[in-house]
């Protein structure tokens, strides 16, 4: 089975304390799925506990054993003809100093790839609203945005995960895009002209409202920019290793890719993928008419 996206850009480790499964157990997935690359990407260490513990992503000190279990898949994937990248989940935040010591890491480390996160929900970033005086949903919506062109702008990501995820975990009440419309545009004009990918993220699917990350009508947005993009599931477990792909893929032909991108040594490299795919696991087939139906509105949840 030949997989209609060829790679899966976003999965995750035990060392991140709230995924299962090792890392060779992850390309065996992938293999069994038809993958031709997978990247790891497991949360980056951070200097403050405040976002989050053990619970949430590994320690400085485990680094080194994070790369020796990519390194140990790769030989797996070596075998299995799946080739495995080294990448993390980088974090963003809007007090640069809080960013110094994962840069200073992120610098050594050889990684072949590295994801740009904006996590709104956690505890760090909660006290930040409240330190601004940000309480009302539409304001941290807002602010999601900004920093998500800020994120962008800054030149330490390869590429931009789950835009909008601000609507997901509890970040805000109520999530809508509704009066946001410019704000959003501005990011995705942000990702054409730094030129770094725009993450497609299928683990929305998993969620109470199931759609991708960011919603259909942002990544119709995206196509007509002609955006570059990386395709990952979020993967916690094996099992997870390109959920959502078949249908995704269908999608993202309508709105007229026909490759996607991975990266080898912080390089861009395409992967064409094809025009037409399967109708995809019945699992998603409601959770894809949900978002056909919700693709011409930009007004969801």
């Known amino acids: 089975m030949e997989n209609p996206i060829p790679a899966d850009c976003h999965v995750h480790t035990p060392l991140c304390g709230h995924a299962i499964g090792s890392p060779v157990e992850y390309v065996h997935q992938a293999a069994a799925q038809g993958l031709k690359v997978i990247a790891f990407t497991c949360h980056t260490p951070m200097t403050n506990p405040k976002f989050g513990g053990p619970s949430i992503r590994m320690d400085f000190q485990q680094v080194p054993e994070y790369l020796a279990m990519l390194d140990r898949a790769k030989s797996t994937g070596d075998s299995l003809g799946v080739e495995v990248l080294r990448g993390i989940e980088a974090e963003w935040f809007p007090e640069e100093a809080e960013l110094a010591e994962m840069d200073s890491m992120i610098a050594v480390a050889h990684f072949d790839y590295v994801l ?170 409601a959770a894809t008419a949900i978002n056909n139906q919700q693709a011409s509105s930009p007004h969801s949840k």
Request: charged share 20%; net charge negative.
């Open 116 to 285: 740009g996160s904006v996590h709104p929900h956690l505890e760090i970033y909660r006290e930040w609203f409240a330190r601004q005086g940000i309480e009302e949903d539409s304001d941290k919506i807002q602010c999601y945005w900004n920093h998500a062109i800020l994120a962008a702008e800054s030149g330490r990501y390869d590429a931009f995960a789950h835009a909008d995820i601000v609507r997901s975990y509890k970040a805000v009440n109520h999530y809508t895009t509704e009066g946001h419309e410019p704000l959003i545009a501005q990011f995705l004009q942000t990702i054409s002209t730094t030129g770094i990918c725009l993450e497609i993220n299928t683990s929305g699917l998993h969620k109470p409202s199931p759609e991708i990350h960011p919603e259909p009508w942002i990544v119709r947005q995206a196509g007509e920019l002609k955006l570059p993009i990386v395709v990952g599931s979020d993967a916690h477990q094996p099992g997870r290793v390109a959920s959502g792909f078949s249908n995704t893929a269908s999608l993202l032909s309508e709105c007229g890719w026909q490759s996607v991108h991975v990266f080898r040594n912080r390089k861009r490299c395409a992967l064409s993928f094809p025009p037409e795919s399967s109708s995809g696991d019945p699992e998603w087939r």
